[in-house]
């Protein structure tokens, strides 16, 4: 079978299954995103298909997350945050339909300028490769240091980066004595799902689980669906006015550019910009949202195009959370020494496969995100539960931290989980952060202590 019919369905694949999940609001971008890719890669994905997955589940998570961003006042997940306040400005005005096309059309339009950015600054550097690959470890340790003081729990975040190495180091050193080989997935598994399993540890102590109890079921109104256009597919330009096209397209190109920084930082500071420059609630809104959500899928995407590219290591908050398995994931990938997606596709083979994963997202989430919200919302909210979907991804990590090393991989994922979870849930220290800490773990162990 042709390469290109391979990738093809394996995009096809991711669009479907993260069109659907992206409905489900509150959903973590990394406990999704990492044990869904992991299990394609692990069985047996060709790197085409790999990366043509992962373009379409991002394109498609983002643009049906806006549903219950628009339509009921929750956001899909971390990045629509920032979109909250336009979005219910709208929805007071009695137009979140409105609110939800300018949002999707925004991030078509952004992944779309994004891909050939990302792709043009990914290979100016990787002239400086080389230096990036020698110097991962004071690289990486840095990196943690300078995430960690943007982070929400800021000096907890500096404080923890090298007990938490201490940590990662102790099972690693004790799960070497008994496997004879370094695990990855595991530990890679247990910081993605660290803030849902918390979650679940909170909800059985009778201490804790006060944070978490409601006192009624939340309510939510859905505004009536119209629709404004003629055929199944309607034309993102026509739906944004010439003025939010143009912004769009300037912000996320220059979004694309800031790889290092966090896709809700840049969605924020952007739609302030553009925000400041509109009068009118009514303008002012729409266009921060079209703007907002484009950066989102811009900058997301450049995140994780750029340091595949141009250096093969996770050096941008995206590739260190949601897209870590496509630089880690062993045996089939990894960073040490780099076999990855980095070596094993050109620069060309990322514009191609990138495309492929982009169009056909588009050609599913997009049409239906516009023809079918509010149905689908409904569907959502009265048949499918929180509970299941973290159960559902609980099992997944159970399964994939089995495959690598059996009980010991199970109870190393969960001790990982519930250490991180809980830093993660109580201190602010982030996934992120975790992650970086991980990578530069042997780095700083060996400076401190010299194994």
Known sequence: MSIYLVAMLFALLGAIIFTIIGLISGTDETAIMVPITLLVILLGAPPEGVFAFFMAAVLAKHLTHAIPTALLGIPGDTTAVPLIDHANTLRRMGMPHVALRKMISGGILGAFIALPTSILLGSFLGQFADFFKSSSGIIFTLAAILIAFFSKGKWASLLIIIPFAFFIKSLDFMSFSLLEKHLSITFFLGIAIGPMFSNILMATSPIAKHELIRNKPNEYNLAPETKAWKGF???????????????????????????????????????????????????????????????????????????????????????????????????????????????????????????????????????????????????????????????????????????????????????????????????????????????????????????
């Open 233 to 451: 597919f309607p034309n993102p330009f026509k739906i944004l006015s010439k003025e939010q096209s143009i912004f769009t397209a300037i912000t996320t190109f220059i979004s694309s550019l800031t790889f290092v920084f966090s896709p809700v930082g840049m969605t924020s500071l952007m739609g302030e910009i553009v925000g400041s420059r509109t009068k009118g609630a009514y303008k002012k809104s729409t266009t921060s949202l079209t703007v907002m959500n484009g950066v989102t899928e811009s900058t997301y995407i450049a995140e994780v195009i750029i340091p595949l590219i141009a250096f093969g290591i996770p050096l941008s908050p995206v590739a260190l959370g949601p897209a870590s398995p496509l630089f880690n994931a062993p045996p089939v990938f990894s960073v040490d020494p780099i076999n990855n997606l980095h070596t094993m596709l050109s620069t060309w083979d990322f514009f191609i496969f990138g495309l492929i994963g982009l169009g056909i997202s588009a050609l599913i989430a997009y049409p239906f995100s516009m023809n079918y919200a509010r149905k689908a919302s409904v569907l959502v909210l009265k048949y499918i539960s929180q509970e299941a979907i973290v159960a559902m991804f609980i099992g997944l990590a159970f399964l994939l931290a089995y495959n690598e090393a059996q009980l010991l991989g199970v109870v190393l994922t969960f001790t990982v989980a519930t250490v991180g979870g809980l830093l993660n849930r109580i201190l602010g220290v982030g996934a992120g952060v975790q992650f970086m800490v991980f990578y530069a773990s042997s780095w700083i162990m060996l400076k401190l202590f010299g194994i």
